[in-house]
């Protein structure tokens, strides 16, 4: 595809988002009361967000101009933003973590694959030097940590991998194997991998001269129109001196550098505004003050006591106010006002536009030399006061003293502040800390997993089932969806994370095998974070003792924090929270971490891009309280229903290199394996398609019997189990929130059921 084309979908968006914009500043005046269209309205709101998102991730990973990219990444941050603040108050409404459109994608006539949460390709692509360089140097600690392998050991692996190419080699040659190039990929895809190199060379390309343009052309500017600037600033701060004078008598108070000096009385005003604004201030400010703030504090206590008597009433449901729209609206209104009619037929290179750089950089010349100029008119204007006024100042002891006073209180404050959050490795590099975690093996290399790796199917019948009153078990893709929005989009993109409905902590809880490991490794593969793991086990004999337990919790915070982003593993953490500890365990200490995780989560700030999981296959066994004190969003993975079985056969046969034929009933395997996991699943594929099964397929194709004798040695995840789950997520806090309501929502129909009833049978008689 062409950047032309790219700029039309651009445009599109835009005009999409722009709509969008304008009924989302209606819905937020209007109140609502019926909680079935306020859901409608925020799931309508959400799915049309994701499909701009969606449209926008793609738009800026192909668009080659640097300053449109700026633009566009700036408006994706702001519509991720907007989507987690939209999901934020849907689980509040409906007060569960998972929600299903349905009906909604039905109208729209949108596809269920339409809803999946894109990962923004920019949160490798912009720091992939930084990961693989990170890589090297964890991949080179641990073999250097590597102990016990002697070079007979090297001698034999050598051998071993050359005698299988030998091997591998002469299947080729006497046709048992095809060779190499049989599974080549297609001219056209090959063709498309070239065409995204050369895009993603030319977007680096520009954007180094974009950079360049940055410093030559305001070094240009500053010989060519400084001085002008200069004298233009000087001259009109001398005009506002002088009609100051004339008009009130007394020259005017300079603004203070912390307030921004003289760009605040000539911001957006003439030197003839700015005048008499000073006049008209200097004469209400001393009448009109207190009895404006008297006039206030009444209305606003009247006000009060209307809103607590009639707030019942008067007031239905509002759409909260987002942090992001404001963003996007600038966003927008930068588009409109610069690139929506925008002539570029003489740009086809999409290369900057030195004009708009020009425009950017005055204005921060103007800025630089404004400081300079304030400085010189301060001074200039204490003369003037001293001369014509004769205005005593004071003495400049006098200032010392005072100023001296402040700053040794400020400098106790700062003692003080320093010996509560005292460094303990402040003699220590972040290379020498993140080398001891490595050692020590509680920073561990990441698997490489895509969350797309996470297969499964969506959920069909789950608004039908919420209709009856019936909670339905979510779907893998429900699943897959939640890690996408608590997990990846906040640790990936920095602004959203400031601003968004802030996640420090997630807990997946399910059955062994439904791959509550493998979604770990996904969010740090996506988002490139390092993992961090605190697991009971693996933490078992380190750093012993309080001070030990203080100590690495501080270095690993530290490091996590710079270098950020980051994951903080707990596997088994039901461990942590014990109700009884097993006698087996007692030596382990898996309890150490109990009393400080919360401590830690308070420490996490907006701006720290560090992730808590944990992950638990017997929650039941832990405290409920301290267990979701600690974790904010529980989500439960549960064992993978018929689509999802179906799916998840289908791929996993045809990436082990498998061929699905008339003779294999996929459906059939689906129906068989109701109860077994993914793991289960996996694992049975692996051991049947070993390579001498794969070469047979020719002659002898898969059936579906082959994979079910591999399953009955294997125990599946019965009912009981997957209700005990059931039972005990209904014991968390959103859990009883969710039957609190679903149980007032069963009385009221009841109620209306019965009234309708009583007015039947009062007409009958």
Known sequence: MSSKMYNQMWHQTQEALNSLLDKESQKLIEPQRNPVFIFQTLATFYIKYVQIFRNLENVYDQIVHPQKRILIRKILDGVMGRILELKNEMVELELSEFQYFDDILQDLKLAPQQLDIPIPKYFLKEKLDIIKGRERILSQILADTELGLSDKVWRSFHQCKKTERQREEEMIFLGMNPP??????????????????????????????????????????????????????????????????????????????????????????????????????????????????????????????????????????????????????????????????????????????????????????????????????????????????????????????????????????????????????????????????????????SLKVNLSDYIGEYSYLGTSLRQVAIEPMPSLLDVRQLIALYGILPLGSAAVHEKAPLVRSLLLAGPSGVGKKMLVHAICTETGANLFNLSAANIAGKYPGKSGLQM??????????????????????????????????????????????????????????????????????????????????????????????????????????????NALNVSCLAKVTDGFTQGHIVEVVKGVLTDRRIRQQTQKPLVALEFVAALSSMNPVYQEEEESFKNWYAKTPMGKKRNLALTEGNAEKERDKGGKKGKKEKKKK
């Open 180 to 445: 190499h190039m049989f599974n080549e990929v297609s001219a056209a895809i090959t063709q498309a991998e070239k065409v995204t190199c050369l895009r993603n060379e030319v977007q680096i390309k520009h954007e180094e001269d974009y950079r360049e343009a940055l410093v030559t052309i305001k070094d240009d500017l500053k010989l060519t129109e400084g001085p002008d600037i200069k004298e233009n600033l000087q001259d009109q701060i001398r005009h506002w001196f002088i009609e100051c004078r004339n008009l009130t008598g007394t020259f005017p108070d300079y603004p203070d550098v912390k307030d921004g000096g003289s760009a605040i009385i000539f911001s957006k005003k003439t030197p003839q505004q700015v005048i008499d604004d000073t006049m008209a201030n200097q004469k209400e400010e001393e009448k009109n003050e207190k009895k404006k703030k008297e006039k206030k504090a009444k209305k606003e206590t009247r006000k009060k006591e209307r809103k607590g008597k009639n707030k019942e009433e008067d007031e239905g449901w509002k759409m909260s106010s987002s942090v992001f729209l404001h963003t996007m609206e600038e966003g927008n209104n930068v588009y409109k006002d610069i690139w929506k009619n925008k002539d570029e037929s003489g740009n086809f290179p999409q290369d900057y536009d030195r004009e708009m750089i020009k425009e950017e950089k005055r204005k921060e010349l103007e800025s630089e030399i404004r400081v300079q100029v304030d400085e010189l008119m301060r001074q200039e204007l204490k003369n003037l006061k001293l001369a014509v006024n004769r205005e005593k100042e004071l003495p400049a002891k006098m200032r010392k003293k005072k100023g001296g006073k402040n700053k040794e209180k400020g400098k106790k404050g700062k003692k003080e502040k320093k010996g509560k959050d005292k460094d303990l490795t402040a003699d220590r590099s972040i290379e020498s800390l993140y080398k001891e975690l490595v050692e020590e093996g509680l920073l561990i290399q």
């Open 552 to 661: 690495m919790l501080h270095v690993v915070l530290k490091v996590a924090r710079q270098l950020q982003p980051s994951v903080v593993w707990i596997g088994d953490t039901e461990k942590t929270f014990y109700r009884k500890v097993p006698s087996a365990e007692r030596k382990m200490e898996p309890k150490r971490l109990k009393q400080q995780l919360p401590k830690i989560l308070k420490l996490l700030k907006p701006n720290d891009r560090i992730l808590i999981v944990g992950t638990t296959h017997r929650p039941f066994d832990a405290e409920l309280r301290s267990f979701c004190r600690v974790y904010q969003k529980i989500i439960l993975v549960p064992r993978p229903d018929y689509a999802s079985r179906y799916v998840l056969w289908k791929q996993i046969i045809q990436r082990s290199g498998g061929v699905i034929t």
